[in-house]
């Protein structure tokens, strides 16, 4: 062999090596969903015409319009309600293999029950669907994202148990009219955020009811969440093979003293196992840490029983098991810390748990969600082996800022993030299954109104039309789903740090 040969040889065995490695762990599995997100209320509009009832979220902004961040509302939104046509080209245009959207309980049964089923929102949503079928786009169904009627919530919400079988008979009516066309199914949109309506007066419902209050909530919800899967298991699954997950919320934690890795532990359990525990561990119930914990600290502040409720063992076990899928919304980690209880303190929930954010974080314009890429490899791998390696699907992962289509933070921020979950497949070997960029567009961010931007498409909200503009991320995200792969030649600049 000529010394020139060799080298030839040489260099494209190095040159295949590198190939080969920047190719599994920059592209995406075969078979690996990428879409992305929105819900109701955030985006529909249309709030009460042709027969839609009144939401929490409606009543919530209409009287508290001091309690979001500019005083609007989701009254008109982005108007997906008269637009979704255009929502569907733009989703086309990127080609994203799913689109996750959420029904809107009230458009679709005005009273909350189903003695009054509104034709016009059956026909909003399997339109919607059609079109997006239409288009080689695959429907992906949220049941609840939050907004639920207010009816029903004056007669107690999540904090009464009857809510179980209301929200049971509003998802087999979705099941029946949508299921046929829907292969994807999530129930409840992040269950510990929904009952921070319960505990605080800053969100929807508003109740103010403090811990008791929401875990109250939790325990409904799992409760509900169970019951509508079961409600597919027996009456539609045979019929229409769709798969029903969650959707859980889960950040990332790091210990603030290298140590303290029970801090980690514990707030894993207490925000995160809280919901995923009793439905996905071998054991179900709720993780023991947070039993433990909340009837020692309840005996300690002179309640007769633990304030968080129990599951009698018929009910352990018909939530165990009771999902397809593991949903994962993820956004941003937390600084923790373990402290000791201070009498007559409340106790971070009793978890024992103080949460901060490292300074040195990238900021984004929320102030809850900071920078943390590494935050999406931990969270996938605690799941992964909390509860034996279920699968996964991302279904919402996203960046905030105020402005622009030239969003090259937003780039930045999803690229980054994408690498460390597939960091956690080839690396750790997780068994992550989707990806969703929330959101298709800028829309409603609840408390922090339009200020607070999550699009990858820009909406003028101050124009009648509420104009679409596609951002750079929404042109970066197609070149990913076009190429499947997160390429470094489409490396955006650094993060920019919102001061
Ligand atoms: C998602 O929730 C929602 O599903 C979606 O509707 C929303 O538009 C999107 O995120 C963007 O916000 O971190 O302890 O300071 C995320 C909800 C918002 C819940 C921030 C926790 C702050 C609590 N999270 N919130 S903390």
Request: hydrophobic share 35%; with cysteine.
């Given at each position: 062999m000529t010394s020139y040969s060799f080298l030839r040889a040489a260099f494209s065995v190095i040159f295949a090596v590198t190939y080969v490695f920047a190719n599994d762990t920059l592209s995406f599995p075969q078979g690996f969903l990428l879409g992305t997100a929105t819900s109701a209320y955030q985006i529909e509009g249309g709030w009460n015409i042709n027969g839609k009832g009144e939401s929490v979220w409606d009543r919530w902004t209409h009287d508290n319009p001091n309690l979001i961040l500019d005083h609007s509302n989701g009254d008109v939104a982005c108007d997906s309600y008269h637009k979704y046509k255009e929502d569907v080209q733009l989703l086309k245009d990127m080609e994203v293999d799913f689109y996750r959207f959420s029904v809107s309980w009230t458009r679709i049964l005005p009273t909350g029950y189903p003695n009054v089923i509104n034709q016009d929102g059956i026909n909003y949503y399997?339109?919607?669907?059609?079109?997006?079928?239409?288009?080689?786009?695959?429907?992906?169904?949220?049941?609840?994202?939050?907004?639920?009627?207010?009816?029903?919530?004056?007669?107690?919400?999540?904090?009464?148990?009857?809510?179980?079988?209301?929200?049971?008979?509003?998802?087999?009516?979705?099941?029946?009219?949508?299921?046929?066309?829907?292969?994807?199914?999530?129930?409840?949109?992040?269950p510990a955020d929904v009952c921070q309506g319960v505990a605080t007066d800053k969100v929807a419902p508003g109740k103010n009811l403090g811990s008791p209050g929401k875990y109250l909530c939790m325990h409904n919800i799992l409760k509900a969440h169970a019951k509508i899967y079961h409600i597919y298991q027996t009456e539609f699954r045979k019929q229409q093979k769709g798969q029903v997950g969650i959707v859980i919320s889960c950040p990332g934690a790091f210990p603030k003293t290298p140590n303290d890795t029970a801090a980690v532990d514990a707030i894993f359990q207490f925000v995160c196992g809280?919901?995923?525990?009793?439905?996905?561990?071998?054991?179900?119930?709720?993780?023991?840490?947070?039993?433990?914990?909340?009837?020692?600290?309840?005996?300690?502040?002179?309640?007769?029983?633990?304030?968080?409720?129990?599951?009698?063992?018929?009910?352990?076990?018909?939530?165990?098991?009771?999902?397809?899928?593991?949903?994962?919304?993820?956004?941003?980690?937390?600084?923790?810390?373990?402290?000791?209880?201070?009498?007559?303190?409340?106790?971070?929930?009793?978890?024992?748990?103080?949460?901060?954010?490292?300074?040195?974080?990238?900021?984004?314009?929320?102030?809850?969600?900071?920078?943390?890429?590494?935050?999406?490899?931990?969270?996938?791998?605690?799941?992964?082996?909390?509860?034996?390696?279920?699968?996964?699907?991302?279904?919402?992962?996203?960046?905030?800022?105020?402005?622009?289509?030239?969003?090259?933070?937003?780039?930045?921020?999803?690229?980054?993030?994408?690498?460390?979950?597939?960091?956690?497949?080839?690396?750790?070997?997780?068994?992550?299954?989707?990806?969703?960029?929330?959101?298709?567009?800028?829309?409603?961010?609840?408390?922090?109104?339009?200020?607070?931007?999550?699009?990858?498409?820009?909406?003028?909200?101050?124009?009648?039309n509420r104009t679409r503009t596609p951002k750079l991320s929404m042109n970066w995200y197609k070149t990913v789903i076009k190429t499947r792969r997160i390429d470094s030649i489409f490396e955006s600049p650094d993060v920019v740090n919102i001061p």
């Open positions: 399997k339109n919607l669907i059609n079109e997006l079928l239409a288009n080689n786009i695959e429907p992906f169904i949220t049941l609840y994202h939050w907004d639920h009627p207010e009816y029903l919530d004056k007669m107690g919400g999540w904090t009464n148990s009857l809510m179980v079988e209301w929200i049971s008979n509003y998802a087999r009516v979705v099941f029946k009219e949508l299921g046929p066309k829907v292969k994807y199914f999530t129930t409840i949109n992040e809280w919901v995923a525990h009793p439905i996905f561990s071998k054991t179900g119930d709720y993780p023991e840490i947070i039993k433990a914990h909340i009837a020692d600290n309840s005996k300690l502040d002179g309640y007769p029983a633990s304030l968080l409720p129990t599951f009698s063992p018929k009910w352990v076990q018909y939530i165990k098991g009771s999902a397809d899928f593991f949903g994962l919304n993820h956004y941003t980690s937390k600084l923790v810390e373990t402290v000791p209880r201070v009498e007559g303190e409340r106790w971070y929930d009793y978890s024992g748990v103080k949460q901060t954010i490292d300074p040195s974080w990238p900021k984004s314009a929320a102030d809850w969600l900071r920078v943390v890429p590494d935050g999406l490899r931990q969270v996938i791998n605690l799941i992964s082996k909390q509860y034996d390696r279920p699968p996964i699907f991302v279904m919402e992962n996203g960046f905030a800022d105020e402005c622009c289509t030239s969003d090259s933070s937003r780039i930045s921020y999803l690229r980054s993030y994408m690498k460390a979950m597939l960091s956690a497949i080839y690396e750790d070997g997780c068994n992550v299954k989707s990806y969703t960029a929330w959101s298709l567009l800028d829309n409603f961010e609840w408390a922090d109104g339009y200020k607070v931007r999550f699009g990858l498409v820009n909406v003028d909200f101050t124009n009648p």
